[in-house]
């Protein structure tokens, strides 16, 4: 399996506290993305990187932000957390774009904002 | 990138062959045939992928037909762990990959 770490795997958290989730991978991939997993969507891209530092958005990125400092770790932010935002969160990386490269994702963090 | 349809759930015996279907009509040239699956809470797992030829791994086998409007992916001796969600996608160059609902295995006894 590819070297994906996630944390925390759970929280629970009240609305409109600030909450980061962090990615980290030890297999020096460029890509790493940010999904959410709800009941009837699939996963839908939340964010993603193409590098330190390079970042854009994806389809449902309204309320979160991301950053990647190091090559190895990519944080999520919800800057005040909704109850919309209870979720499945997967990082995934990839060593080129989706089209030409596999996409690995890792464990999830499941998220509850009450 | 293109759409794909899989059926909502399929059934399987173990020990048997699993084949699972997935129509990608109007995929184009570049774009490249994905299968991932997602067991129960788990992240999605990468199983293979092709572009017009046939693929085979240790996992499983990508069947690609010549107008790459279908495609088939055939797990050979499927065992209970391999109950799961088995999702199709066809992608390009460009960032994501977009997970439809999938089809739900369930590899019975």
């Known amino acids: 399996d590819a070297g994906i770490t996630q944390s925390p795997r759970h929280k629970v958290t009240e609305t409109g506290t600030p909450v980061t989730l962090r990615c980290h991978q030890t297999?020096?991939?460029?890509?790493m993305y940010w999904y959410r997993q709800d009941p009837g969507h699939g996963l839908r891209l939340i964010h993603y990187s193409y590098g330190v530092k390079d970042t854009d958005k994806g389809e449902v990125s309204d309320g979160y932000s991301v950053s990647r400092s190091k090559t190895e770790d990519f944080l999520l932010t919800l800057e005040s957390a909704t109850s919309s935002q209870t979720s499945v969160y997967f990082c995934?990386?990839?060593?080129?774009?989706?089209?030409?490269?596999?996409?690995?994702f890792g464990p999830g963090t499941r998220l509850t904002v009450l | 990138d293109a759409k794909t349809t899989q059926p909502t759930s399929m059934d399987c015996a173990e020990g048997r062959a699993a084949n699972l279907p997935c129509n990608h009509s109007?995929?184009?040239?570049?774009?490249?045939v994905y299968w991932y699956r997602q067991i129960h809470s788990q992240g999605p797992q990468y199983i293979i992928h092709g572009l017009k030829n046939n693929e085979t791994n240790e996992m499983a086998s990508l069947i690609i037909t010549e107008d790459r409007k279908s495609s088939t992916l055939i797990l050979p001796h499927a065992t209970l762990r391999d109950t799961a969600v088995y999702y199709c996608i066809v992608t390009g160059s460009n960032y994501k990959l977009t997970f439809g609902k999938g089809t739900l295995l369930t590899v019975n006894p």
């Open positions: 109007t995929i184009s040239g570049n774009e490249y």
């Open positions: 995934a990386i990839s060593d080129g774009p989706s089209g030409t490269d596999t996409q690995y």
């Open positions: 297999e020096n991939h460029r890509y």
